[in-house]
């Protein structure tokens, strides 16, 4: 057979080209179009301090415009009870006086920890206005929706970014199709009966279709879209508030939400977002999750951004939740440019997530070299390297141990891969095949859930009979600290290790940092938490929430001793050293102690290390300048220094 010419491969190109560019023209005109059918307001949602009249209109003034004010899709023929036709005008006022209706359904049966209880008091509501066009009695065009806050103090009212979630009721509450009640498949007689129920549901069945609008703290609209919504979470679906997971897709009308949620992110478009209810730390502090990775979002691994906001659904005020970001395939797209076919998520022992059947092998074969090879030899250690990005599995495993996760290691473990024929150390960030982790659902730890200052997570998280004490069945879960145990062979790998959680507690665990950071979300969640409890009932009183709070900062000052006292008797170390270092004033540059890098204002610095695992100290004098050398505890020319820590050590710079 002839190859075609570049002549005839190149016309191919061309008509594929112009066929892509004339179905998005299609696309987007249709779009448009459909824009230019839908109903007009005259005021778009938001805050209004005043009441006023709301006019809708048409281009085509023969157009029939049938409105509703309960969240329900506008349509005369299927909901004919709550569907009006569009007169003159429409009041738009203060819901003040205005019964609780969807506020007082229960959306919990069974719940070990938090029953559901009605709100406490009349919840604040928005007027939610839905209208849809009609020509010659079929619908034209979309239905728009538009969501207004009338109060005399609106614009002071919320911190927080407000979100108006508006559907169809029997979408989140009817017996037979509602995501966010027990309904019919709610069965009292299983065993055990606190994990059946609709909310429990899983796969695009249970995605109900809503619209999204997005508010900053003072009104300005961000966005306003439709949006598939879901159930998301695991025993979390059994709070009383649950976690929604949000999708948007091309047929909802627009395939991104196109809009910078975070600001301290460089993204700017987002596939699948979590409004989280905060998980199984719901009705402690609301921030818990969001706080521990905040405190560790600089470490080697992924993290995900947060942003706390106020959820309205169908107009009724519906408490505190957690924007955050969704770890999947199209996350990886956006952030680091691997196309979503060759983007392998594996959780728990190997099960795939993201990807297709046999994209284990690789993680298989990787735990199957580690066990059949001595891990101690330089090469296998090596070869191990090329697998698995080392460096964030320790990181990784330095953050679970520090907060003492209970939820984890036989739970809660994601982690990625973009698959590669072969490993290439030339690569960007993700893209050389190697397996690295992800950190979620930190709500178990940090002194609740059962844990405490003193618990001995790394214990737990080498202990080949690890069962986590039978709290989780008594099932075997040594799976779950094979690879750390296989590692922990290696003593390049201990001493990384351990250096590596050590650098971390003088950092990113620093006792004064932490608490800074509860200080912090305390004072961005205080003027909101009051409405909160209210709407839900937990915590129970404000003051209950001061006390979970103080209950961070108890185990923010305490953990560090523990843990460090925990890493000698695991390793049989004999003592911990504490180590300065400093610089004459004027000095100008940077000192790396392991990987700390220390700028010459924090000097002098302190830190604590452990005798026996040597550490290394580098000077970097600023540009133009000379090193003259180290006094202190060691004198030399040489400009790094690699130390046994013992007792009390000072290093200066000449």
Do not use: C
């Not at 778009?44 to 809708?56: M, P, W």
């Not at 408490?319 to 594996?346: M, P, Q, S, T």
């Not at 090596?382 to 679970?400: E, G, L, P, R, S």
Request: aromatic share 14%; hydrophobic share 35%.
């Amino acid at each position: 057979m002839r190859k075609r010419s570049s002549v005839a491969i190149l016309i191919g190109m061309m008509i594929v080209l112009l066929i892509m560019i004339a179905v998005v023209t299609k696309v987007e005109n249709t779009r448009k179009s459909t824009i230019f059918l839908s109903p007009q307001f005259s005021r778009g949602g938001g805050f209004y301090d005043e009441e006023f009249y709301l006019r809708l209109f048409t281009y085509d003034k023969n157009d029939v415009i049938y409105y509703t004010l309960d969240g329900s899709s506008p349509d005369p023929i299927q909901n004919p009870h709550n569907t009006y036709i569009y007169g003159e005008r429409i009041p738009i006022r203060s819901r003040k006086g205005d019964a609780n209706i969807l506020s007082n359904i229960p959306t919990t049966v069974y719940n070990p920890r938090n029953t559901w209880k009605p709100p406490m008091e009349e919840v604040f509501k928005a007027t939610v206005v839905r209208a849809a066009a009609y020509r010659n009695g079929e619908a034209i065009g979309d239905i728009v929706t538009h969501t207004y806050w009338v109060d005399e103090d609106i614009g002071d009212r919320y911190t927080f970014p407000v979100i108006s979630i508006v559907t169809d009721r029997e979408n989140f509450f009817d017996e037979e199709k509602g995501i966010y009640v027990p309904g019919s498949l709610y069965d009292e007689g299983a065993n055990p009966p606190y994990i059946t129920g609709n909310y429990f549901q899983q796969g695009a069945e249970w995605e109900r279709i809503a619209s999204m609008e997005f508010y900053e703290p003072h009104g300005e609209l961000g966005f306003s879209q439709r949006v598939g919504v879901r159930i998301h979470g695991g025993s979390s679906r059994l709070e009383p508030q649950k976690t929604l997971r949000l999708y948007t897709r091309r047929e909802y009308g627009e395939n991104a939400i196109s809009y910078k949620l975070f600001p301290d992110s460089d993204i700017e478009e987002y596939k699948r977002l979590l409004l989280r209810n905060s998980g199984n730390e719901w009705g402690n502090t609301m921030f818990l999750d969001a706080l521990a990775q905040g405190i560790i979002k600089d470490m080697n691994f992924e993290t995900q951004a947060y942003r706390p906001a106020v959820v309205f659904i169908n107009g009724e005020y519906w408490g505190i939740h957690n924007i955050r970001e969704r770890y999947d395939d199209w996350y990886f797209e956006i952030k680091y440019g691997i196309a979503r076919e060759d983007v392998v998520i594996l959780e728990f022992q190997w099960s795939v997530d993201t990807g297709v059947e046999g994209d284990e092998a690789h993680f298989v074969d990787m735990l199957t070299f580690m066990e059949e090879n001595d891990m101690n030899l330089p090469e296998n250690y090596q070869q191990a390297h090329t697998m698995m990005d080392v460096d964030n599995f320790i990181d990784y495993q330095v953050a679970q141990i520090f907060f003492a996760n209970i939820d984890w290691p036989q739970t809660n473990v994601y982690y990625w891969r973009k698959r590669t024929e072969a490993y290439d150390p030339t690569a960007p960030y993700g893209h050389d095949g190697r397996w690295r982790w992800m950190v979620f659902d930190l709500d178990a730890s940090f002194g609740f859930w059962g844990t405490n200052y003193d618990t001995r997570s790394l214990e737990m998280a080498s202990d080949p009979d690890y069962n986590h004490n039978g709290i989780w069945g008594g099932r075997d879960w040594s799976w779950s600290t094979l690879l750390f145990r296989l590692l922990l062979e290696n003593q390049d790998f201990q001493h990384q290790f351990i250096n590596t959680f050590a650098d971390h507690l003088n950092t990113t665990f620093q006792k004064e940092r932490v608490l800074k950071a509860i200080d912090e979300m305390q004072f961005i969640y205080e003027p909101e938490i009051g409405e909160h409890i209210k709407r839900w009932g937990y915590p129970s009183s404000i003051e209950e929430w001061y006390e979970n709070v103080e209950g961070l900062r108890n185990f923010a000052r305490k953990r560090p001793e523990y843990v460090r006292l925990h890493i000698m008797e695991k390793f049989n170390l004999e003592e911990m050293a504490t180590v300065t270092i400093d610089a004459p004033e004027g000095w100008e540059g940077t000192v790396k102690v392991n990987n700390i890098s220390i700028d010459a204002s924090q000097l002098p610095w302190r830190g604590t290390y452990f005798h026996g695992v040597p550490i290394t100290i580098t000077a970097i004098p600023q540009e133009g300048t000379t090193f003259r050398g180290w006094g202190g505890d060691r004198s030399g020319d040489d400009s790094t220094l690699t130390v046994d820590p013992k007792g009390s050590m000072e290093f200066r710079i000449k």
